[in-house]
């Protein structure tokens, strides 16, 4: 694929089955991070170090938004992905010999709400809110000046499944009977979040959500693609032809585990379950209905297109795994 290859942010799921992949092909993988990492954050000098002669630099980091988001954490959220961005681009900027591409990550819920219509890189609408804006900032730090000789190609990612992904609570739920789908509705809004714009209005009915995902495995088919296209620049929407919404994702979970029902979850239930594990409820009421227009059009074959053979290779390796334990 390609000879040094720089990652940051490898600690995370998405992170480390990249560098095992690489590593695998054969290629010198080194990390940036901010422990037991080739380069650490808080020393400007390391990454320029292992950024200067590098191929590719691929910067996965920033904290997770699966928490509350608290004053603290919008903060935490915003800073980690503009800081570490915009260090990259500097020890870019600063390499005798600069990576001949460097992919960033971004996110697909960078777009609004949508029921109506999906969104593309060439039709999307942009939405609003603090998830929509921490994405335009995070692009616009990408995006931001000129380099010299690296080509920049940012991955407006959909929802990542996989080993360790946010498919593994949902599991967790068929199992355990509560897999239906996951309904929206009515809730009270304070004004400090409307004025934050972390409340989730209601919207859609029925569990109607759409759902855009993405297999792991594909993520690694992208990145291998981008490489071999050089083409290839700005923004592509890194998710399947063919996304789900909340009542077929269920459907396919209880199917899989043979699981004969799953009761629904509707909002007041999802906004107190929230509380209690720390995270937001705008992460699986928000309607993210997205199609790689560009990565089709350019003749990439997804490897998973299709959400319930993703789900059965993804259980049947958990299953193996847990086997294994015993």
């Known amino acids: 694929m390609t000879d040094r ?15 095992a992949a690489f590593e695998a092909e054969g290629a010198e993988v080194l990390t940036i991070g901010r422990s037991g990492a080739d380069a650490a954050w808080d020393a400007p000098e390391s ?26 954490n919008r903060a935490e959220i915003l800073a980690s992905r503009l ?5 990259i681009g500097d020890a870019v900027r600063a390499a005798t010999r600069p990576p001949a591409l460097w992919i960033n990550s971004s996110t697909a819920t960078i777009y609004r709400h949508a029921e109506d219509r999906p969104m593309t890189e060439s039709t999307g609408e942009a939405g609003t809110g603090f998830s929509v804006e921490v994405a335009k900032a995070w692009e616009a730090e990408f995006f931001a000046g000129r380099l010299r000789g690296t080509r920049r190609v940012a991955l407006r990612t959909a929802i990542v499944l996989g080993d360790g992904s946010a498919l593994l609570p949902l599991l967790r739920l068929t199992r355990l009977g509560l897999g239906g789908a996951q309904l929206d509705g009515r809730w009270f809004a304070t004004r400090a979040r409307r004025a934050a714009g972390t409340f989730h209005e209601f919207r859609a009915r029925g569990g109607r959500q759409r759902f855009s995902w993405i297999h792991l495995a594909d993520v690694l088919g992208v990145i291998r693609f981008v490489v071999a296209h050089p083409e290839l620049d700005g923004v592509l929407n890194l ?11 269920m459907a396919v979970l209880r199917r899989t585990l043979r699981v004969p029902f799953g009761i629904p979850q509707p909002r007041w239930m999802l906004e107190l379950g929230s509380i209690a594990i ?3 409820t705008e992460l699986v009421l928000k309607s993210r209905w997205v199609l790689p227009e560009r990565l089709e059009a350019a003749g990439y074959r997804f490897a998973y297109p299709d959400l319930e053979a993703a789900v059965r290779q993804i259980i049947a390796g958990d299953l193996a795994v847990t086997a294994g334990k015993r």
């Open 5 to 19: 290859i720089v990652v940051a942010g490898a600690s995370g799921f998405i992170g480390r089955y990249l560098v």
């Open 47 to 72: 990454i320029a170090a292992v950024v200067d002669g590098s191929d590719l630099v691929i910067n996965l980091a920033g904290k997770s938004v699966d928490c509350r988001y608290t004053s603290r």
């Open 83 to 87: 800081e570490t961005t915009r260090a």
């Open 239 to 249: 998710s399947s032809p063919n996304p789900s919404d909340s009542r077929g994702l």
């Open 278 to 280: 720390r995270t937001e």
